[in-house]
């Protein structure tokens, strides 16, 4: 039974650092690009951040370019994204993916597993 779990999700005012960790779990790892995406509340789902299986290539969308950092531990079946400079348009659901594609890492219907999300909350 393949499991995501994202975990670290809360409440963090405007500035302030957050870091998400996801654990997966029944899949083979290593054969997983892993990617970040959120939805905020009314919006549909947006990509956020990717890892490559492999060579650990990293893509960010726009809005999170230079504040947030995603990386993998391929030894704990772990990725992470850490969020810094936190800002109040950054409230949402995150939720980490998996897909065994090494292309088109930015779209959703990419990704075959999915977690059951963490909400992250930036107030102003």
């Known amino acids: 039974q393949v499991q995501l779990v994202e975990s670290g999700g809360g409440l963090v005012q405007t500035g302030d650092s957050l870091r998400l960790s996801c654990a997966a779990s029944g899949l083979t790892f290593s054969n997983c690009a892993m990617g970040w995406f959120r939805q905020a509340p009314g919006k549909e789902r947006e990509f956020v951040s990717a890892?490559?299986?492999?060579?650990?290539?990293?893509y960010y969308s726009d809005s999170v370019k230079g504040r947030f950092t995603i990386a993998r531990d391929n030894a704990k079946n772990t990725v992470s994204l850490q969020m810094n400079s936190l800002k109040p348009e950054d409230t949402a659901v995150y939720y980490c993916a998996c897909t065994a594609r090494s292309w088109a890492y930015t779209l959703g219907s990419s990704y075959l597993y999915w977690g059951q999300g963490t909400p992250v909350t930036v107030s102003s």
């Open positions: 890892i490559s299986r492999s060579d650990g290539k990293t």
